[in-house]
């Protein structure tokens, strides 16, 4: 599963963290800390860059954040971000191809 998750992008700190809250359900960040003898902080970093590519929520009960993973929550922030970038191709391409110079031609291969 490790290997799976660093093909699509994944470092390994984020891989442990999110199957670390899979494993454990919804945790504060300290938990996950201890259980994977990671500092705090740097749990915190992971858990919050998961949460803004859409991988894991967070809620917060009064001063102490929890977060939680689904893995339904990933394919769905996976299928937006192919969408985002599929737009972003289909914007760029015509801007670049106004920048290319109309008297270069593709270069002749010959073997």
Known sequence: MNELLKKLGWKEKEIRCYLALLELGQQPASVISKQLYIPKATVLFVLHRLTERGFVKRRKKMKTEYF????????????????????????????????????????????
Request: aromatic share 6%.
């Open 68 to 111: 939680f993973a689904d893995p339904q929550d990933l394919h769905g922030a996976y299928q937006r971000e192919l969408r985002e970038r599929s737009q972003a191709l289909e914007k760029v391409v015509p801007l670049l191809e106004e920048c290319k110079n109309p008297l270069t031609s593709p270069p002749k291969m010959s073997f």
